[in-house]
């Protein structure tokens, strides 16, 4: 059976509340603003995608989101709570793995469950659990230096799972890997969303990740960044790399990518 997600999103709560985020940053050549005003939702359970040129202030926003930068002015709110820090709630995969090069894999991960209190024969199971979900039990012992990119990426979501964290954000975690690699773990990503419906706001440059993870795009101007277009994909799950053939998905990219491009042009003016 098909599950259009999209039409069950509509009633689910508000998991993030950006409320008119404005931010600020002072360099050599004076004050610039990177946000203008940003103001969203993400639903319980949603997946969200964000596109937008580069410059136009999609990592503050993430960061901002996940309290390791604050707002000039505005408000972030997490289940009704205020965002001041970051928090067990909110994890974060970054583009660059971000693992920790004198440790194992298996440490790597551990290290998020110790984090959270979970010791020893515990933290183990656990760990060996969430590598299994990526694939990479043999390499529990390996070192990240010998593992390519696409294992290191892996190696961060197990290690963002582990936390188990509410919300997942993710800043282009697959813009540094090669076409193939970046399918692949596309397709695991949507697999683990589709099992376990995390929140997950999701920053790419990548059109076509966007359409086939998410339920919504949000397209960002130029800098000052601000929230330019929202559009539902209405295309229900699950989605494969086959979805990227059908008429729909072409009509969406079509439509996106032209709202990009304006973008683009602006910043290049
Ligand atoms: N820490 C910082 N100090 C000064 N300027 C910054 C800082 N972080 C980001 N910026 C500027 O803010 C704008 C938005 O940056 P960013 O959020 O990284 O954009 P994106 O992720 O969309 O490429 C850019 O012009 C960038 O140079
Ligand atoms: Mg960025």
Known sequence: MET?????????PV???????????????????ALNGVTLDIHDNEFICVVGPSGCGK??????????????????????????????DRGVVFQQYALFPWLTVKKNV?????????????????????LEKVDLTKFADSYPKELSGGMKQRVAIARAYA????VLLMDEPFGALDAQTRTQLQTEL?????????TCFFITHDVDEAIILAQKVIVMSA?????KAIIDIDIPYPRDQETK????????KNEIWSLVYQEYLEVRK
């Open 4 to 12: 259009n997600l999209t039409n069950y999103i509509e009633g689910a």
């Open 15 to 33: 998991k993030v509340h950006v409320d008119n985020v404005v931010r600020k940053f002072t360099g050599r050549g004076g004050e610039m603003i």
């Open 59 to 88: 990592s503050t926003l993430l960061n901002i989101i996940a309290g390791l930068l604050e707002p000039t002015s505005g408000e972030v709110y997490c289940d009704g709570k205020r965002v001041e820090g970051t928090g067990t």
């Open 110 to 130: 551990k290290f998020a469950l110790e984090m959270k209190g979970i010791k020893g024969a515990e933290a183990d199971e656990l760990a060996m659990h969430y």
């Open 163 to 166: 936390a188990d964290p509410q």
């Open 190 to 198: 949507l697999q683990t969303w589709e099992r376990d419906r995390k």
């Open 223 to 227: 800098r000052p960044g601000r929230v």
């Open 245 to 252: 053939m059908s008429p729909r998905f072409l009509e969406l």
